[in-house]
């Protein structure tokens, strides 16, 4: 029993349910103590320690009857429950049917009599199959027709309604022809089962025979490349991953929170001393950033705009102030959302109201938009952010606006999820904006994002 669920372990971890060493564990010692005397108890006990995220449960539901059902399907005895007039009619229809293969005809008796496939029987329909090569769950419908095709499910299904129309021309009832064609569906079916349930059974212990192939670190796979669930769990990983950042930057306020000597103002303040430096004079300490984030939530950039805007508003105590804007075609000044709701909600808020569409991407008109509502933000001391890949559909770039707030602000800086080598190709103009910015940084994964936020963060 031990070693069978260490295999239902090892499968689910297989399909990537995390498990660690103590639940799996705690997994063991609660079914010992359960047993198997009260299967829905011991189905709850696996749940409860091997199960932690709702979207594992599913994975849990699907491999809980490969490992702990029988293979053995219900079947009854036809010749059984017939009246022994049907039982020599059927006796006579099975010795009279003709141009049917003997290995046939013996399946056809095997499945009347109600008798299950053996092992041996399965083990052979596999090698045939090719069942031992299957390596993904993925594959089982497939692996399944192939063992169907092996065991002759449907010449069986044909041999059967042969057999039906034998009996009805030798004078079987209608109603004894209904009942006895429910009953052989019925074994059918359950044979059919008997095949799926092998084929699932194999493919999860065959998982579990070998090493889950390891999965590569979130916060170093490109955005382009995260599927759903990925996206999902880097949703749930920000809030993490800002607090590490707020730690970081609470620490370098306090190591500059009384700044570092001046001496140039200590020699000025001391020289009614003679020039003893008695009162040491020290530099400004560290400030916090005022921003301004402009950010491209077109399709291609979109879970990258999604990731920097929630991660900055995690951080809010960390800037003195922030104002964000989205744009595909024209710009939106979005702070109000995070005024009144938490970042999480407030971006997908954001999102919701903003879906991309069927237009183009056209940032030069989002600048002429942001120059004449929203100009004011900046000052000598606003960082402005601007996330996109600089790709505008061959619109003006309006190259005038962003030299000029370059000018007006302390600093322009570029978050680019493109290579450099990919700039100024198509309709790339970011090697053009590339040159009226104060720097650009490479954002292509979470990594990227928040090397990026820290920096920031720690030049005020």
Request: proline residues 4%; aromatic residues 6%.
């Amino acid at each position: 029993m031990d070693k069978r669920m260490i295999d239902f372990i090892r499968a689910l971890r297989a399909a990537g349910v995390r498990i660690s060493l103590a639940e799996g564990q705690d997994a063991l010692d609660g079914a010992g103590i359960v047993g198997l005397g009260n299967p829905a108890a011991f189905k709850s006990t696996l749940r409860t320690t091997l199960v932690k995220d709702a979207k594992d449960r599913d994975v849990f539901e699907y491999f809980f009857p490969l490992f702990f059902s029988s293979n053995q399907p219900p079947l009854q005895n036809i010749p059984e429950n017939l009246s022994e007039q049907d039982r020599q009619l059927l006796e006579q229809a099975m010795r009279s049917i003709a141009g049917m293969g003997e290995a046939l005809k013996n399946m056809l008796q095997q499945m009347l009599d109600g008798q299950s496939f053996s092992e041996d029987e399965l083990r052979e329909m596999g090698e045939r199959s090719g069942l031992g090569q299957a390596d993904d769950m993925s594959q089982r419908p497939w692996f399944e027709r192939r063992m169907n095709n092996a065991a002759n499910m449907q010449q069986l299904r044909d041999a059967m309604a042969q057999l039906l129309d034998a009996l009805a021309q030798m004078g079987m009832s209608e109603e004894s022809l209904e009942e006895l064609r429910q009953m052989m569906a019925q074994n059918i079916d359950g044979l059919t089962d008997q095949v799926s349930q092998y084929t699932g059974t194999t493919m999860a212990e065959q998982m579990a025979q070998s090493e889950a192939p390891p999965k590569p670190d979130l916060m170093d796979v490109p955005f382009h490349r995260l599927g759903q669930n990925e996206i999902d769990q880097i949703r749930g990983e920000i809030r993490r991953l800002a607090a590490k950042l707020r730690s970081r930057a609470s620490l370098r306020q306090k190591r500059h929170k009384a700044g570092s000597p001046d001496p140039r103002r200590t020699l000025r303040a001391n020289m009614r001393y003679g020039g003893t430096p008695i009162e040491i004079k020290r530099k400004t300490r560290h400030k916090k950033p005022a921003l301004v984030v402009i950010c491209d939530i077109s399709t291609s950039v979109r879970y990258c705009a999604e990731f920097l805007l929630t991660m900055l508003y995690e951080l809010q105590d960390q800037v003195a102030r922030a104002d964000s804007f989205v744009f595909i075609n024209d710009m939106v000044d979005v702070t109000s959302h995070f005024k009144q709701h938490e970042p999480q909600e407030a971006v997908r808020r954001v999102m919701q109201d903003n879906r991309p569409g069927f237009y183009n991407t056209d940032l030069g008109n989002s600048l002429n938009t942001f120059k004449q509502v929203h100009y004011g933000l900046i000052t000598a001391k606003t960082t402005v952010i601007i996330l996109g890949d600089g790709r505008n559909n061959y619109n003006d770039p309006r190259l005038d606006i962003a030299a000029d707030m370059q000018r007006k602000a302390r600093r322009v800086l570029w978050f680019c999820p493109e290579p450099r080598m990919r700039w100024g190709t198509g309709d790339s103009d970011m090697h053009r904006y590339a040159a009226v910015a104060d720097g650009v940084y490479y954002v292509n994964t979470l990594n990227h994002l928040a090397e990026a936020v820290d920096r920031i963060l720690t030049d005020g």
